[in-house]
């Protein structure tokens, strides 16, 4: 068969050849037989007729060879260049079915393909289902000795791991390049599963003193920082002005959480007693990572966790606090956790979308289909083959998905890009995202299914008829069951639009009330960068110094109204969260409480709460008079005023940070209270919080946070910093508005594309109903003549059509509420300040839908009205 | 076969049969063109078997289709421009193949037809 088909195409190619060939031998054939005949004495034209008639007629040879090499191959070709002729001749349709289609096949695909990269795909470590991720309770960083006794204890685990996410700075220059880093144990990329591109990765050996102090880099630092140079193992770089030998490079591509351009040890650091990470009461953003037994679950190993934590407090009554209870969920859950609802509400809201598409497609080749049945009773009456009818009509439905298909495919693509360009940054797993051509096939065949049956089976059917020797009707009325299909696909699509819209009403009205959130501060010209004061050359006492001198390089910048330093940053949430005791209450008190008092703890300089405009309730603000060497004070929020004070005045109690057994600082006096802000975002209850003096609490890396009267570029503000020395990295600078605006990222997204879906699906419902009831009249007109002729009323014949409308509007947005209802525990997390099924919205939408859809109802049924009986009654 | 008809009903037995003596006789005579087959066939037959010649040459165009036979245009005895056809390895391999076949066919069909009837003879 093969050499058939490859001679068939051959063949084509050559086709005009090949035929004045043939015909060439058949005329050298026929001038031979017609000499052969007149050597024997007949007439020229005897001969000739009898030459032809020996040959079996010329024409019909000729046919006859043509046939042989012609396949099924030729006759896909003619359907195909017919199928495009007809599409062609009829503009509006295939212009408004390929627009469908690429709008159906191509928003789903980019959706979907980032969804299945996002959600679905495992991720790219071995075994990855039997990675854990453990944190302390309500997802808190774990104090290193605790880390260790989990370690030490547990048996679900295979290995257990933790990492610590950093920057360093590398100090091979004069001046310091400031990288992303993480800190990890020496078991940790054995637990991951990771191997080394060149070189070696850490392994126990590493974390014993005596060996050297080792890094592994990733790929991309080697590539650009080292040149890619093979060379580059052995090699020693200087990293916060020590010596660290490189001993590896990770594969392209990886990562763990975050990217990271340089992997360090953690032993050696807690060794050091970085960031005090060797007291069990500091809790850094040190978290851990397990890789599970075979045969363990994840609720088993959580049990099992739970367990030894709780052990673990009994031991020692004094370590009871609120960290004592350990947080393990699947790795994949951590990663994508925050993605999972939003993604899988867009998912939902597309494929609604795609629903849409199909059922409209649906309608309109259901339309055209009995628009061109009398054509097809015609041809099948004179006897044309009904699989003839059938092949081409696949072909041009094949021609149409198919070009739907490929035009949809690039505009997936477009719009992917689109999406990941405008993703917000820290999404997981946003390197992974690309064009899944499974997505897109599944898509494409969901619309040529829909294609196939709602195209042909009307034509199949009347083509059959006919076959059984019914009588050709000139009727072009459609049938009864063609009508009711309609119908239904009606109802299904005023269904979904009602589901998309309530979605986009709720997110409206979400991002509605997040706006009205009051803050608790001031967040408009806000600008803020972060500046690390790392290493030997940065003792506290010189620290404590230049905070004040960074306030006032900032002020005297021009434009600047206010400025302040601050450890954590209003909306971005509290990166030290700290127990502390209160004078006069005792351990026990507190144990049996259940929880010590617990608060976020904000190092910030005098002026803070002035820059930020956070109003001071009462008492005072930290000013001059506080210094390194001033009695210990600070400042608590309305908040825990309330908590801990709530009859009395906090002004003036002693707090100390620490427990009675192990405290950290001396006794603070409380000497101001200032208003609760939304310290962890707008959509989040406001936490305690103790603030310090920066002064006296001195900390590595803080923010430098300035009020602008005008916009001032965020150089400027970096250049001041960098003024005062350049040697120290200055990094991360922005807006308060954008760092709100990141914040609501996921609920924008999700209000955009719901609002887009939802319009399209109303306009497309809309614009379908519109259809279906002109056509309804335009079917029925001469019933209409009669009526009116009769003395049919305008009210009752608007009524005649309206009726049909309000049934589907009725009961399309009926079982829409239902649906939306059914669904709205997916849009749980992602509302704000309202239900998912919050009534008013809900209310809202279906009669926004309803009004749109009854408007859409009445105009051609108020035409309906104006039909002149004598006109109707005349035609046809 | 009355001669000059176009029967398309009786195909694919007859095309079966008319691709044989068209390849039997390429591998029997040698490179020949349309009309010098025709002509072979009806002199080697006796005239028993009269062709729809049209069918030769669509028999040829099957069988360069199938790799059976290939063509080259040459110059004939009479000095014009004519299509030469040879029997390839294939061909020939098929050849030996549909002999076979049809010895044992004609054989079977033998018996059978000799075979007593049901006494109404």
Redesign the interface.
Known sequence: MM??LL??LRGRLRRRRIER??A???Q??LE??IAAHQMRGVSPDEARRLAL?????LV??RD??RD??ATWLDGLWRDLRYAVRVLRRAPRFTVTALTLLVVGIGSTTAIISVAYAVLLRPLPYPDPERLVFLAEKDGGGIAWPDFQDWRARATSFDGLASSLADSVLLTNGPVPKRFESRSVTANFFRVIGSTAYRGRLFDEADSRPESGATVVVSHGFWLRELGGDAAAIGQTMSINRRPFTIIGIMPPGFRYMTPADVYLLLEPQVAANYRGMQSRLTHTTLFAVGRMKPGVSVIAARTEMQAIAEALALESTGKVGPYVRVQLVSLSDRIVGTMAPTLTVLSGAVTLLLLITCVNLAAMLLNRATARSHEFRIRAAIGGSRWVLIRQLLVEHGVLVGAGGLLGAAAGAAILTGLIAAAPRDMPRLDEIHLDLAVLMWTTLACAACAGVFGFVPIVKTAGTIMQGAVVRSGRGPTRSATSLRWGLMIAEMAVATVLLAGAGLMVHTMLRLTRVDPGFDPHNLQASSFSLTGASWPDARKQVFYDAVVERLRAVPGVESAAVTYSLPILGSNWWQVFMIEGTTAEHWIAVGEFPNAGMVPVSAGYFEALRIPLLKGRSFDRTDTPDSAPVAMINSRLARRYWPDGDSIGKQIRQGLPADPFGPWRTIVGVVGDIKQEGLDQNTPQQVFLPAVQVPRTTMFAVARTERSVASSSLDQAIHDLDPAIPVFNDRTMDRIMSEAASRRRIAMIVLTVFGSVAVILAAVGLYGVISQGVADRRQEIGVRVALGATYAQVVGLFLRHGLIVVGFGIGCGSAAALAMSRSLKSLVFGITATDPATLAATAALLALVALVACYMPARSAARVDPLEALRSD | MA????G?DRSDILQGTLDLIVLKTLDALGPQH??GI?RRIEQVSEDVLRL????V??AL??L????WITSSWGTSENN????FYAITRRGRQRLVHEAISWERMAGVMTRVLKLAGTGQS
């Open positions: 050499t058939r001679a068939s060939e043939i060439e031998e058949l050298d054939h031979r037989e008639r020996d040959l079996g007629g019909q040879t006859a060879t042989v090499y | 001669k000059g008809t176009a398309s349309g009309y025709a729809n010649e049209g069918t040459y669509t165009m099957r360069t289709q199938r790799g014009r421009r004519a299509r």
